[in-house]
Structures are given as C-alpha cells and as structure tokens.
C-alpha cells in the first residue's frame, strides 16, 4: 500500500540554526501537504504544493516539491523557539478522498 | 467561526464501555475525517465522509463505527473500548479534497 515516510523522526538544534525534514513516498502523489503541530495542540495546515519542482516560500520557511512528485521537503532557515512541534507531510490515495500523513518530524528548538 | 469543534476534550472509560465522540463544524465543507494519533506517532484515518449520508473507512476502522446524517456533524462511535483504543482522535474537515484539513482540538482517550 501507499507509504509516507518522514525523516528525520527527532531533530534537536539551536536556536538561530537551520532545519530541514524530509517526506518520500512510495508513489507519486498529485500534491503535498505540510502541517504543523505544536505540543499538546492539532495539526494546522501550513502549505500545500501541486506543480512538479514546486518552491514555496513562507518568511523563514521553504517547501519543496521533488521533481518526480514522490519527495518533498521543509526548511526552516534560523530556527526560532516559536517553531517548535512537530511537522507532518500528508500525500493523497489515487482517488483524493483520503490522506496519508507522515510520521512526523518533531522538532526541539534550545534557546 | 467556531471551525470544528469536538466534545469531549477528555474521557477514562473501562474496558467494554461505548461512547461517541462527537464532531461538528460550521464551515459547510463536505468532507470529513476521523483521525487517531498514538504517542509519538502520525496520524491515521479511521473513517471519513465525503458528504451527508456517505461514510467509507479508512487505514484503521476496526472498533469504530461513523454516520453522517447532516453536513454539520460526524460523530464517531466506540461499542467495546479497548486498551488498544487509547488515543488522542482527531475530527478534521476540508471543503474539498485535495484541499486544506482543518482540525479539531482533539479528544485525548483513555481505555482502562
């Protein structure tokens, strides 16, 4: 069956750092999803990515869809305490109704 | 705009138990999911709803049972809970697919 995974699971930098986790899936996917998740609280939709080779920017974050529409990726640049939690990739099946979410990549932010 | 709202926040049951948990939005989307998310762990989908009077499942079904009866609510049903049923459940709705989810604040479940 269809599979998202995401790594890495944990990353632990310092503040002012940069991140970046990674989505693959083991089928083309005819668009991403990225959500956010901080601790204790529900995913918020951050950005969805459609057109192969995709860049979107949002302030200090920069979402990447792969070439062949099977890989995408999250970058935050200079990492702040704010964007601790966990983010989540979410690819649909073939007939869209339904998503699969990634496990998730949780980020520790160390002022 | 309340969004989706899901009741209740927390509940222990014993084992064997039933409950619903209850799920409502006000934003007019058709589409709606039920999610659970173990410790440490993403999300998986139990059930979902493309519109009133349609529900179909989802990775993980076994235990649950779902209706959509109006546009408004989704709820989802437990009969015998199970330890393995311990979980934080999520309701999330989407005007359309592939469009945005969003999300409910959860309901964190304990079977003991």
């Known amino acids: 069956g269809q599979q998202v995974m995401q790594i890495p699971q944990y990353q632990h930098v310092q503040e002012g750092e940069d991140f970046t986790t990674y989505c693959n899936s083991s089928t083309t996917l005819s668009n991403i999803q990225w959500y956010k998740q901080r601790p204790g609280g529900h995913p918020v939709f951050l950005i969805q990515l459609v057109k192969s080779g995709e860049v979107k920017k949002q302030k200090r974050l920069t979402f990447q869809f792969g070439e062949a529409k099977k890989n995408s990726s999250l970058h935050i640049t200079a990492t702040q305490t704010t964007d601790v939690g966990t983010y989540f990739c979410a690819g649909p099946t073939n007939t869209g109704n339904q998503f699969y979410f990634g496990t998730g990549t949780s980020l520790t932010v160390i002022p | 705009n309340a969004g989706v709202t899901q009741t209740p926040k927390f509940r222990i049951l014993k084992i064997g138990q039933s409950m619903t948990l209850q799920c409502t939005q006000d934003m007019n989307h058709n589409y709606m999911y039920w999610y659970r998310q173990d410790p440490g762990m993403g999300l998986k989908l139990i059930y979902y709803s493309v519109g009133a009077g349609i529900t179909d499942k989802g990775e993980v079904p076994n235990g649950y049972n779902v209706s959509r009866s109006t546009t408004e609510d989704f709820p989802l049903r437990l009969e015998l809970a199970a330890p393995s049923q311990t979980s934080v459940y999520f309701c999330?709705?989407?005007?359309?697919?592939?469009?945005?989810?969003?999300f409910g604040d959860g309901t964190r479940l304990s079977i003991l």
């Open positions: 999330a709705s989407s005007y359309l697919p592939p469009g945005p989810q969003h």
